[in-house]
Nanobody, 121 residues
Framework: VQLVESGGGLVQPGGSLRLSCAASGSIFSIDAMAWYRQAPGKERELVAT???????YYRDSVKGRFTISRDNGKNTVYLQINSLKPEDTAVYYCNADGVRLERFGRLYVYWGQGTQVTVSS
């Protein structure tokens, strides 16, 4: 199983980006998909998560600006980022939790390689 992120880049404050993460491989189901981020010198933090039924959670600092969505048929998760701020600058990582490779198989956790988001004028 591989998670591949895309959509990062350099954007001015107030701008928008849409991150995508596609999980590929022999996947039966994924319980939750999430976005984390890690800024230089800081610990990795949870940004948003979404379950297979569409329930979502956001950290307080991104509520109202970030929107997480998911296409279960494509095993893909998206993060729409609006009103970007310099403090949003970080490497954004995709996470897939509760991944089953077969119907009653064990659960796995996978991470993407990260995509850089830089907010600067």
């Amino acid at each position: 199983v591989q998670l591949v992120e895309s959509g990062g880049g350099l954007v001015q404050p107030g701008g928008s980006l849409r991150l995508s993460c596609a999980a590929s491989g022999s996947i039966f189901s994924i319980d939750a998909m999430a976005w984390y981020r890690q800024a230089p010198g800081k610990e990795r933090e949870l940004v948003a998560t979404i379950t297979s039924t569409g329930s979502s959670y956001y950290r307080d600092s991104v509520k109202g600006r970030f929107t997480i969505s998911r296409d279960n048929g494509k095993n893909t998760v998206y993060l729409q980022i609006n009103s970007l701020k310099p403090e949003d600058t970080a490497v954004y990582y995709c996470n897939a939790d509760g991944v089953r490779l077969e119907r009653f198989g064990r659960l796995y956790v996978y991470w993407g390689q990260g995509t850089q988001v830089t907010v600067s004028s």
